[in-house]
């Protein structure tokens, strides 16, 4: 069944014949968990995809989902694909611009909404709502004959390369770019990544939100291979760790921001997540000494640094194909289908990483200077500064736009941040710059401390300068209770440069 799958939609069936087989644990609602089987989400999503396809809606418009996520948020995501339409994921955190550009953006018809979608949408589109007592979506689903909805949708068979869905991307700044993403595309991700099926069937967890690449990558890939997912509707450490105890999770994929919270929750209880056996941590960088303290409480799994783009999927990286062990902080070596080379740098093992591979979207919708920038002959740009060592596995040394130039020398945020936190009493470290009329730029950087520990900035330079050149230490420091957090769980790295001007206008909160 899997290689008969043609539209992403179809995820929901491929394991549609284990009748018993747990799909999903939504735990939307506190105490109150539900499970669904993968043959109850193929009936629901199969339901609602007859329902769209009867609808004034033509093959090709675009319908939304804004949502926390839970089940409701899978079966009209599949359902939307499955229908022949396209799926619009939008972020729940999206403020007012943001909203009216993505629905502009993309021609949004229709918004599948919960509350907070519901009132934060206002009226810009028709909707449907989760959370609408007098029509419970998923009750009158399953109401639906099954035989007449599977009839009312055999028919509808989008090109291979037809649209699926266009996600939009967070940004470092301005509106988020939209990014058309194909059938074809996704599913050979997704079939590359799973090409080789662990030896059980693995519990897994989704916390991060499924308006991103990253969540719905998991989701996809859980299908393909007949995982259960346990859904929380948002990542909050405590119940995550919960979660991940109660219901045996195996297998996690995960930005790394988030296990930092989680070490900080479960302290020298390492009991509560013994039962993770692979860890996958993308979407966001992450120091050498972060993986350790990681890899050190779940000594029985597998922890690797994964790599991705909304741009070109997930399928880059991945094991040696001369089963080499992978080093720490490694995203792996090229996987097969996967072209990848490094730009502009001093030498072919030094630069910009470009990408080409079945996955690549065509460009950024109505940008098109920006995608002529970033698109050549089906090669993407990543803008992701990459090194690649003797055996062929390649390391993120930093984003291109976030270097910039202290007396003349070019730092890389990432580089300060892995020094820093070496350092014993630092958990967590984000580096930011600010502007200076002297050296045009000076690093900032923002400290999450260790329980009970003390710095002053004096000492912060000293072991910096130990360490790296002296141009590399940070000319202001503060501690924070915790980094703040972006809609994605990645280090809000705007908020950050706004504390940070803050700061410097008051001249209160840095270290002395």
């Not at 609408?132 to 399953?142: R, V, Y």
């Not at 080093?327 to 090229?334: E, I, K, M, Q």
């Not at 400290?447 to 912060?460: F, I, P, R, S, Y």
Request: charged residues 20%.
């Amino acid at each position: 069944m899997m290689e008969t799958v043609a539209n992403l939609g179809d995820l929901a069936d491929v394991h549609a014949g284990s009748t018993d087989r747990l799909a999903f644990v939504d735990l939307r609602v506190p105490g109150a968990p539900e499970g669904y089987t993968y043959a109850e989400v193929s009936r629901l999503v199969t339901a609602l995809a007859a329902r769209l396809a009867a609808g004034p809606w033509a093959a090709g418009d675009r319908v939304g989902i804004m949502s926390a996520n839970r089940v409701e948020y899978v079966v009209a995501y599949l359902a939307i694909m499955k229908a022949g339409l396209v799926a619009v994921p939008i972020n729940v955190r999206a403020g007012s611009d943001v909203l009216d550009h993505v629905v502009a953006d993309a021609g949004v018809v229709l918004t599948f909404v919960d509350a907070a979608g519901r009132d934060a949408l206002a009226g810009r589109t028709p909707s449907i709502d989760f959370d609408d007592p007098q029509a419970p979506l998923l009750a009158d689903l399953a109401a639906v004959p099954h035989d007449e909805a599977r009839a009312a949708v055999a028919g509808i068979a989008p090109p291979a390369d037809g649209l699926a869905e266009i996600l939009y991307t967070s940004g470092s700044s301005g509106l988020p770019k939209g990014v058309p993403l194909t059938h074809e595309g996704q599913l050979w991700a997704l079939r590359t990544i799973s090409s080789v099926p662990p030896a059980r069937i693995e519990t897994q967890i989704i916390a991060q939100p499924l308006f991103h690449m990253n969540g719905l990558v998991t989701l996809g890939r859980g299908l393909l291979l007949g995982f259960t997912t346990v859904l929380c509707p948002r990542f909050d450490a405590v119940a995550y760790v919960d979660a991940i105890e109660r219901y045996g999770v195996t297998a996690v994929a995960a930005v790394p921001t988030m296990w930092i919270r989680v070490l900080r929750v479960v302290g020298d209880d390492r009991t509560r997540l013994r039962s993770v056996r692979a860890l996958s941590l993308g979407s966001a960088p992450i120091t050498e000494e972060q993986v350790a303290r990681i890899a050190d409480a779940i000594p029985d799994a597998d922890v690797v640094v994964s790599y991705g783009t909304t741009e070109t999927g997930p399928a880059i990286f991945g094991a040696h194909p001369d089963g080499i062990a992978r080093p720490p902080l490694a995203l792996g070596h090229p996987l097969p289908g996967s072209e990848v080379r490094l730009v502009d740098g001093p030498d072919a093992d030094h630069g910009v990483l470009v990408m080409r591979n079945p996955a690549v979207t065509d460009g950024y919708r109505g940008l098109p200077h920006l995608t002529e920038a970033a698109f050549t002959d089906g090669w993407y740009s990543s803008g992701d500064v990459m090194r690649r060592d003797e055996h062929g596995f390649y390391y993120f040394v930093g984003r291109a736009d976030d270097m910039f130039v202290c007396g003349g020398e070019n730092i890389y945020p990432g580089e300060l941040e892995t020094i820093l936190e070496r350092h014993p009493a630092v958990a967590h470290a984000a580096v930011v710059s600010l502007p200076d009329d002297e050296r045009g730029r000076i690093p900032v950087a923002f400290l999450v401390t260790t329980a009970g520990a003390e710095l002053t900035a004096a000492a912060v330079k000293a072991f910096v300068i130990d360490q790296a050149p002296a141009y590399l230490y940070p000319r202001r420091v503060a501690v924070v209770d915790e980094l703040p957090l972006a809609g994605t769980n990645k280090i809000d790295k705007r908020r950050l440069h706004e504390l940070a001007e803050h700061l410097e206008t008051s001249n209160e909160g840095w270290v002395a």
